[in-house]
């Protein structure tokens, strides 16, 4: 009887401390508690295109996540403040008449799939299980924006046979796009990334191992198009 009282004691210091620690971090007050958990939902390499809009740097793509992650938070504990208004595909902003809404974002590593939406229907995804390591390309009309084909490619250990038979035969006008995951270009050779270039793409003859790559190109285009990022990995 005489020890449960200091034991009582130390429970309750230690449960008062575990409290404080926890509150501190889900506040963003301890150090780089905070920080550590948006690092688990932010990398380097996952690269971001959105319609209508510019393309975002690296950096930009990571604050988007840490802001998605922090309005959950905050709104949690009662301090956040009203959530902006999201358009299709998760836009800023409305789009135009007679325009497509739309959002590619890469693979991150091997372990976070791309996405690829359209009119705020998502095409390819993780969800929707029809992504995979390599390249995931979906094949959109160009007049009414439906949906044609969607396939990935593995560009590491499959045959870059595959691919070409899917987009060497693209009728006029059809928009292409693309979406990496892990390795998009080991596989590659000079008649993919010829091909790649013709349908508007600047970066597909630099494209290496574990690149992070997105792209919106069309068949018959005359110039390059402007929807394109690429996130390079580090050449030894």
Same mark, same amino acid.
């Given at each position: 009887?005489?020890?449960?009282? $200091?034991?009582? =004691?130390? @429970?309750l210091?230690f449960?008062?401390?575990?409290?404080?620690?926890?509150? +501190?971090?889900?506040?963003?007050?301890?150090? %780089?508690?905070?920080?550590?958990?948006?690092?688990l /939902? %932010?990398?380097?390499?996952?690269?971001?295109?959105?319609?209508?809009?510019?393309?975002?740097?690296?950096?930009a793509? !990571?604050?988007?996540? !840490?802001?998605?992650?922090? @309005? !959950?938070? #905050?709104?949690?504990?009662? *301090?956040?403040?009203?959530?902006?208004r999201?358009?299709?595909?998760?836009?800023?902003?409305?789009? $135009?008449?007679?325009?497509?809404? *739309?959002r590619? @974002? +890469?693979?991150?590593?091997?372990?976070?799939?791309?996405?690829?939406?359209?009119?705020d &229907?998502?095409?390819? #995804?993780?969800?929707?299980?029809?992504?995979?390591?390599?390249?995931?390309?979906?094949?959109?009309?160009?007049?009414?924006?439906?949906?044609?084909?969607?396939? +990935? *490619?593995?560009?590491?250990?499959?045959d @870059?046979?595959?691919?070409?038979? *899917? =987009?060497?035969?693209?009728?006029?006008?059809?928009?292409?796009?693309?979406? #990496?995951?892990?390795? $998009?270009?080991? &596989?590659?050779?000079?008649?993919?990334? &010829?091909? /790649?270039?013709?349908?508007?793409?600047?970066?597909?003859?630099?494209?290496?191992?574990?690149?992070?790559?997105?792209?919106?190109?069309? &068949?018959?285009?005359?110039d390059? +198009?402007p929807?394109?990022?690429?996130?390079?990995?580090?050449?030894?």
């Amino acid at each position: 009887m005489r020890v449960a009282g $200091p034991l009582r =004691i130390v @429970v309750l210091i230690f449960t008062a401390g575990l409290t404080w620690i926890m509150g +501190s971090i889900l506040l963003g007050t301890h150090g %780089s508690g905070f920080s550590r958990l948006q690092q688990l /939902f %932010s990398s380097p390499e996952n690269a971001v295109t959105t319609g209508i809009l510019s393309f975002p740097d690296p950096e930009a793509s !990571r604050a988007e996540l !840490r802001g998605v992650l922090g @309005v !959950r938070l #905050s709104h949690a504990l009662g *301090f956040g403040e009203p959530r902006a208004r999201k358009y299709k595909c998760g836009l800023p902003q409305p789009c $135009p008449e007679q325009h497509l809404a *739309f959002r590619v @974002v +890469s693979g991150a590593a091997n372990v976070i799939g791309p996405k690829i939406c359209l009119e705020d &229907k998502m095409l390819m #995804s993780s969800v929707k299980d029809n992504v995979g390591r390599g390249l995931n390309i979906a094949l959109v009309n160009g007049v009414n924006g439906e949906l044609l084909e969607a396939r +990935s *490619f593995d560009m590491w250990a499959g045959d @870059v046979n595959d691919l070409l038979k *899917f =987009i060497r035969p693209l009728h006029e006008g059809t928009l292409v796009f693309v979406a #990496s995951y892990d390795d $998009p270009a080991t &596989k590659m050779n000079d008649e993919t990334r &010829k091909i /790649f270039s013709e349908l508007g793409s600047t970066n597909a003859k630099e494209l290496a191992f574990r690149d992070s790559w997105v792209f919106v190109g069309a &068949k018959g285009v005359q110039d390059k +198009s402007p929807f394109e990022q690429l996130i390079l990995q580090m050449r030894n």
